[in-house]
């Protein structure tokens, strides 16, 4: 061996510049870059094919109509999705509801309060609760959950009736469920972003708050929250992209009933239910198939904004104070 | 000389109920998980019996529902297939985001457009799959590699961003010692970067296994549903979710009991897929 040149055990040398090892360095890079350029393609592929496959549901009821249109009506080939479009609110609406609240409170709790030892295997609790298959939590909502809170339901329903959407009959599968079920599957991520964002805040504005005589509960409403806000809300809307695509749980839980439903209790449909549940029957008939896709592109669309402005915020969350990215190599 | 003030009472309740509430609400958080694996363990060990595994689904409403032999062999030979197209792919772009990429215009797009993916309901994965290989008749209609075709598309996100992450977290000062010795980039890259970000990688990639191996939707309208033990994937195949999707929806107790033991299956596998990916995360001689 020369003296200077280094080997790997058995290799060629580290500094091998043969003319097949130079030619290597932009084969490498060029199928680097053709993959990420691949993800884009793609993407712009997946948006086209189902605007194509969509067009003539939208061709025979129009944009606003297919949206707007309070009639999904399978057997006379009529399709206005706004049964499923207020189904999709109103259960997202409950899922956030319930379930940014918690979300903020464990990560709070994690990230302040709880004693060290406790810290980690809290975060692993939560981090399980996103590990349990969609599916899974709809077998549980279905035949455990739904009729136990059967009783529970009517009495709210009997004792808030006097807000909007609330009273009447309780079914068993029902729009509540459907929001609860997705509420608990948003709770980790939410809950883990909103740790990333208040761990960036600074130890001095906290140790400031806590100097001056707050006490712990005054230092996170001082120091934690507002420092953290945009990047929960950040956290928040990107639980709400969660809770809109969230197909398998709510189909099974929600009753599959379309129309806009009566209250919070009756049974309805979402955009993405309406997809999984109706897809057998509508492979043979073509308006009824362009319709699901025309549901999936407005689906996409939907996730796609939500998700561009939780992005925006949870950016702009940690810009600054982020773990400081390595450059990557130069040249 | 002054003395501090004492903590008034009132903010003395007001700091002591707020704590409490969060340490409740987390509590509440977690209440879920109990009480599915309570129920997941009580009612599904009840159907774990001899045959449960050994046998397929016989499509009998009455009788005898038969076991989940079929979903299991379906699920494992979708998600292997599933993890050879994005694992690669995933980590390829990965690379390119941190090797190459860095802050450039291109790889910001690239990321963000990554980050749009991991939005992408999974349902609308499997939309895009059935318009494009299976309306088209590409090989026959439904068929277990289009599933895994789905099933790669929503693993593609996960593996890209962690591992952009651990391949952040190679010090350049590696990357710097290996090309001062004259290494030309691929080297370095096979032999620098990769080695030592392994276990991270492991570690997403496991994450992304474990997400694939629970979803349903994608596969609803890709691979279908068979009762039959199918290795081929050319051909219709079965996989846990869809077999619990579809018993969950009968009215008929045996068949509800056999969800419950799929459930269980699913989740086991899930669940030490997770554990796997902590382990070898510990491993780790970075971050």
Not at chain 1, 24 to 38: C, K, Q
Not at chain 1, 193 to 215: F, H, W, Y
Not at chain 2, 7 to 23: E, I, N, Q, W, Y
Not at chain 2, 209 to 233: C, H, M, N, S, Y
Request: glycine share 10%.
């Amino acid at each position: 061996m020369e003296a200077g040149t280094l080997r790997a055990r058995g290799g060629p040398a580290i500094g091998d510049r043969s003319s097949r090892s130079r030619a290597l360095d932009p084969l490498l890079r060029w199928v680097l870059t053709g993959l990420a350029a691949l993800i884009l393609l793609l993407i712009g592929f997946f948006f086209v094919r189902l605007f194509i496959e969509a067009k003539p549901a939208f061709d025979k009821f129009g944009y606003i109509g297919f949206v707007f249109d309070n009639n999904w009506d399978v057997s006379k080939e009529i399709f206005g999705a706004w049964p499923l479009v207020v189904g999709t609110l109103i259960t997202s609406a409950i899922a956030l509801v319930i379930g940014v609240p918690v979300a903020i409170a464990t990560a709070l709790y994690i990230s302040e309060l709880c004693p060290r030892g406790a810290r980690q295997p809290l975060t692993i609790l939560i981090e399980l609760l996103a590990a349990v298959p969609s599916v899974v939590y709809g077998l549980w909502g279905i035949i455990v959950l739904a009729p136990k809170l059967h009783g529970v339901e009517q009495w709210l329903s009997d004792t808030f009736s006097f807000l909007p959407l609330v009273g009447g009959p309780v079914s068993i599968p029902n729009c509540f469920v459907a929001g609860l079920i997705m509420a608990i599957m948003i709770l980790p991520i939410v809950s883990a972003i909103s740790r990333e964002v208040m761990a960036t805040v600074p130890a001095q504005d906290k140790e400031a708050a806590l100097a001056l005589g707050a006490t712990r509960w005054e230092m996170i409403r001082i120091a934690v929250l507002p420092y953290s806000r945009s990047g929960i809300s950040g956290a928040a809307m990107l639980g709400l992209g969660r809770a809109i695509g969230e197909t398998i749980a709510v189909t099974i839980v929600i009753g599959n009933a379309p129309n806009v439903p009566d209250s919070i209790f009756s049974q309805g449909y979402t955009l993405a239910a309406v997809i999984a549940n109706e897809f057998n029957e509508a492979a043979s008939d073509p308006t009824h198939r362009a319709a699901l896709i025309a549901a999936g592109l407005v689906l996409f669309v939907l996730t796609l904004i939500i998700n561009a402005i939780a992005r925006y915020y949870v950016n702009r969350a940690s810009r600054g104070n982020k773990r400081t990215v390595p450059t990557g190599m130069a040249g | 000389m002054t003395t501090l003030a004492p903590v008034s009472g009132r903010r003395r309740t007001v700091d002591r109920v707020s704590r409490g509430l969060t340490l409740a609400l987390t509590v509440v958080a977690v209440l879920p998980l109990i009480f599915i694996i309570y129920y997941l363990i009580k009612e599904g060990i009840g159907a774990w019996s001899g045959d449960f595994f050994t046998t397929d689904p016989t499509g009998r409403f009455l009788g005898d529902p038969g076991g989940i032999k079929s979903a299991i062999v379906g699920t494992i030979l979708m998600v292997a297939l599933a993890s050879a197209i994005a694992i690669p792919f995933g980590i390829g772009v990965a690379l390119y985001l941190v090797e190459y990429g860095k802050g450039g215009r291109f790889a910001n797009l690239v990321r963000y457009f990554v980050d749009v993916m991991t939005g992408v309901p999974s349902v609308v994965f499997g939309l895009f799959v059935y318009i494009v290989l299976v309306v088209t008749k590409i090989g026959g209609t439904f068929a277990g590699w289009k599933g895994s075709v789905a099933l790669a598309l929503l693993m593609l996100p996960v593996v890209t961003r962690t591992s952009e992450v651990v391949l952040n977290l190679v010090p350049d000062s590696l990357r710097e010692a290996a090309l001062a010795l004259g290494a030309p980039r691929w080297r370095v890259v096979f032999r620098i970067v990769l080695p030592t970000a392994l276990p991270g990688l492991v570690t997403g990639s496991l994450l992304a296994i474990a997400r694939a191996a629970g979803e349903t939707a994608p596969l609803l309208f890709t691979a279908a549903f068979v009762f039959g033990t199918q290795f081929d994937l050319s051909q219709r195949m079965n996989s846990l979710p869809l077999q619990i999707f579809n018993d969950v929806s009968q009215a008929q107790d045996r068949l509800v009991q056999r969800a419950w033991g799929a459930a269980l299956t699913l989740v086991a596998l899930v669940l030490l897929l997770s554990l796997a990916a902590r382990l070898v995360q510990r491993r780790s001689r970075l971050a």
